[in-house]
């Protein structure tokens, strides 16, 4: 299993970013797939999530910035940043999770990308 982050970088306030997360080695389509972030010394928090069908989640901090979308045949899931802010600076982590959970996107994660650095400056 294998899920391959990239896109991340350094951007201006105000910019945007594209990660993208290229999964291998599980059956993509099953899976929901979300997108993590984390900062230094503090817990990881989701950002959005995308099933199958495209139905989509997103965190309160990211609605109508961030668009979270997937490629079924590509087996690859995106992160557009539009309207980035210095606040979104993290490492975001791109996760695959097939079991139930509280809701469709509160579930355990059973593979997680190796992260890609997003740095937005003022």
């Known amino acids: 299993v294998q899920l391959q982050a990239s896109g991340g970088g350094l951007v201006q306030a105000g910019g945007s970013l594209r990660l993208s997360c290229a999964a291998s080695g599980f059956p993509f389509n099953w899976y929901v797939m979300a997108w993590f972030r984390q900062v230094p010394g503090k817990e990881r928090h989701i950002v959005g999530a995308i099933k199958s069908n495209s139905e989509t989640f997103y965190a309160t901090s990211v609605k109508g910035r961030f668009t979270i979308s997937r490629d079924n045949a590509a087996s690859t899931v995106y992160l557009q940043m539009n309207h980035l802010s210095p606040e979104d600076t993290a490492v975001y982590y791109c996760?695959?999770?097939?079991?139930?959970?509280?809701?469709?996107?509160?579930?355990?994660?059973?593979?997680w990308g190796q992260g890609t650095q997003v740095t937005v400056s003022s």
């Open positions: 996760a695959a999770g097939g079991r139930y959970g509280s809701s469709w996107y509160e579930l355990p994660y059973d593979y």
